[in-house]
């Protein structure tokens, strides 16, 4: 049984060779490109990638395009990795191990560690991400933030087997990036209910959720700047839902 490894870019010059590399002894690497003006397509097709095309149109996140990528894959086995992320060799025969046993699931959450205004946080709660599954019926979302629809059973992979996150935004692009993607979430949230308590609670059970569950609390004031803004995340995009009413 083969894995193929897909990857989703848009103008992802910065770190794609890197990415890459990290990925080369896997059985497939498939680029789904979304229109690049950089040197993205000549950097995948220079490291062996086969590369797709998905027309961006007024798309503002790589959601849209995951199922097209998807069923551009070959193998039987799809493991979704952002241009940005480095798979770790651990990972990789983890994942060889798993598909070759009699109990492997259908899908697998793996971690993921980020950096965080120039700092990676402590290993004591993780980012959690379903990037390894079925690729047989399996689709995506087409909403930022969403994670796939596998048929069948999924787990967690052990935390010490993961994904290591290269980007380090500003604050000006993390604004940016939020604007886009409380844009999305009035579409992905057009038919749920919006009332005071949601205005009250999202916001505070996702600062709870990021500096007390996720261990921000231990990174310092980085942990109460990253859990302040998961809260304004929330704000705005409950804001955005309201007003489009």
Known sequence: MGISVVINTYNAEQHLSACLDAVKDFDEVVVCDMESTDHTIQIAQEHGAHVVTFPKADHKSAEPARTFAIQSASNEWVLVVDADEIVTPELRQYLYHRIASTDCPAGLYIARKNKFM???????????????????????????????????????????YKFIHLADE???????????????????????????????????WRFFRSFILHGGFLNGKRGLVEAQLSASYQRIALAKIIQSR
Not at 137 to 159: D, L, M, N, S
Not at 177 to 196: P, Q, S
């Open 170 to 204: 500003t604050m000006r692009q993390w604004v940016t990036k939020m604007n886009d993607y409380t844009d999305n979430e009035v579409k992905k949230r057009a038919n749920k209910r919006c009332t005071v308590l949601t205005l009250l609670w999202r916001p505070r």
């Open 118 to 160: 120039g700092h990676y946080g402590r290993d004591w709660a993780h980012d959690y991400q379903l990037r390894f599954f079925i690729r047989e019926g399996t689709v995506w979302p087409p909403y930022v933030h969403t994670f796939p629809i596998v048929q069948g059973r999924v787990e967690k992979a052990p935390a010490r």
